[in-house]
């Protein structure tokens, strides 16, 4: 059912960007989330400018060395490329894709497949802040040398945070991605970015033309499909899904009020060294 990818075609990685949401959890904005300013940046001309949030994966991305990155739109966001254009503002490649299936962010994924079904894919949210900044770098040569089918890369969650906690079995390896939940004593480690090869985009872009020819929308715990099912699926079968654990890194929601509060005081401390 599930089709082995040409895993010798590696020349390049591309970033995927999902933008389909629409933020309910701090709407109404006067723009698309993406595009909600967090700190400040220094234009071609030395000038500071307001940074959007999706430009931080923007850059992160860059600094691994990608060059070509897909936004995979909803009908109606057009301010995304109406501001990034093609991407020189972040030296970066920007093409676009409208997604057709609105169940989640996997079949927003999924619709880049035809463009990518050939490439090793890294993945961030837009909306997601974290840090090391070379995280990807990492991630990207862990998979090259381990092999892996899927590399996530796994941060510390604080107490009050929401997130998804994973669980790792005797042999360290992930082997549930999200543990419903999760008691006291499970250490608080979540996923928030991955790499992943020809063979999962495959695997994917299979399991979702299944769960459409079903008309199944919705997983088996009766929630909208999310990265962690697909994950989980492919752990399921036998994919190799590795994780590189960053213990001093961090992450942070920005689509949650106290969260976007936080990270705006957190980015705010910079602007006066940038005047």
Request: contains cysteine.
């Amino acid at each position: 059912m599930y089709l082995d990818a040409d895993m010798t075609t590696r020349d390049e990685i591309i970033g995927l960007v999902p933008a389909g949401g629409h933020a309910t959890r701090i709407s109404p904005l006067p723009c698309s989330k993406e595009l909600f300013p967090i700190g400040w940046r220094h234009d071609e001309s030395g000038a500071v400018k307001p940074k959007v949030v999706s430009q931080y994966l923007l850059e992160h991305y860059a600094a691994a060395g990608i060059k070509k990155v897909y936004f995979i739109l909803r009908k109606g966001k057009w301010d995304i490329p109406q501001y990034y254009g093609h991407g020189d503002m972040v030296n970066l490649d920007i093409a676009y894709l409208i997604m057709n299936h609105p169940h989640g962010h996997p079949f927003t994924l999924d619709q880049a497949y035809p463009f990518v079904r050939d490439s090793v894919i890294a993945f961030g949210y837009p909306d997601i802040l974290f840090e090391p900044v070379d995280a990807f770098s990492t991630l990207i040569d862990y998979q090259q040398k381990s092999g892996a089918d899927v590399a996530l890369g796994v941060f510390p969650i604080r107490a009050d945070q929401r997130w998804d906690i994973c669980s790792f079995g005797a042999d360290g390896r992930m082997d549930v991605v999200s543990v419903p939940n999760p008691p006291a004593s499970l250490q608080r480690l979540g996923w928030s970015i991955a790499v992943w090869t020809p063979k999962f985009s495959a695997f994917m872009n299979a399991y979702l033309a299944t769960a459409i020819k079903n008309n199944q929308f919705k997983a088996n715990d009766g929630k909208e499909y999310v990265m962690n099912h697909l994950f989980q699926a492919a752990i399921d079968h036998k994919l190799r899904v590795e994780h590189v654990i960053f213990d001093k890194g961090f992450v942070r929601d920005i689509g949650t009020p106290s969260e976007l509060i936080a990270a705006q005081a957190q980015m705010s401390k910079h602007a006066s060294s940038m005047k």
